[in-house]
C-alpha cells in the first residue's frame, strides 16, 4: 500500500482479474478503493478505468442505485482527464437509468476517433428508438394494435445505418456492427 506506484497498478490490475473472472463483488470493492483516493497524484491515471468498470459492475450486477455515487465521482475527474472512455460509461450508465438526454449528451462527447465510438454511437439509436416509441396503450379484448407510422422510426434507422458504415476493425467493432 506505501509503494508510489506499485499499489495503484496492482489494484488496477486485481481489479481486472476480479472482473474478467466475473467476481464482479470483489471487483468493485476493489476499484471502488482506487476511486478512493482520488485526491491522490499517484492514483491520478487510474480513475477513469475504475470509474468505467464501476459503471459496468453496476450494469451487470444490476445495482442501478449505485450509479449515482458513481456519477458524482465522475464529476470529481479534472476536465482535462474526462476523455471518451468516461464519456462513454457515463452514458451508458445513463441510458440504463433511463436518463436519455443526460445519456445523449454523454455519448455525444464521445471522440470520432475513439475506441467506444461504434458503441456510442449505437446506444444514441437505441435512444432514438426509445424516444419514439410511446408507452403501449391498453388494448381491448381481441382490439389489434394500431398502425406504426412509417416516418417514426427514420431517425433511429439513420443513426443504426451510420453504424454500419463505420469500420470493423475490432471484433467489438464488428459485433456492434451486426447488432
Do not use: C
Not at 456519477?71 to 462513454?88: D, E, I
Not at 408507452?135 to 443513426?159: C, F, M, T
Amino acid at each position: 500500500p506505501d509503494h508510489p506506484t506499485a499499489y495503484p497498478d496492482a489494484l488496477t490490475l486485481l481489479g481486472e482479474t476480479y472482473f474478467r473472472s466475473h467476481q464482479f463483488l470483489s471487483a468493485n470493492r476493489t476499484f471502488k478503493e482506487i476511486v478512493k483516493h482520488s485526491g491522490e497524484p499517484r492514483f491520478e491515471s487510474y480513475q477513469t478505468k475504475a470509474l468505467g468498470r464501476l459503471v459496468d459492475i453496476a450494469l451487470r450486477i444490476k445495482d442501478y442505485n449505485s450509479l449515482d455515487e458513481i456519477f458524482a465521482s465522475m464529476n470529481k475527474v479534472p476536465p482535462a482527464a474526462v476523455g471518451s472512455s468516461l464519456a462513454y460509461a457515463k452514458g451508458k450508465g445513463l441510458f440504463a437509468k433511463k436518463d436519455f438526454a443526460g445519456a445523449k449528451a454523454s455519448l455525444g462527447a464521445v471522440d470520432i476517433r475513439s475506441e467506444y465510438l461504434h458503441q456510442a454511437q449505437y446506444l444514441l439509436g437505441l435512444i432514438a428508438v426509445k424516444e419514439a416509441t410511446p408507452p403501449p396503450a391498453p388494448l381491448k379484448e381481441g382490439e389489434a394494435p394500431p398502425q406504426v407510422p412509417p416516418s417514426r422510426y427514420v431517425g433511429a434507422i439513420s443513426l443504426f445505418q451510420k453504424v454500419t458504415q463505420l469500420p470493423p476493425d475490432t471484433p467489438e467493432h464488428r459485433q456492434v456492427i451486426d447488432l
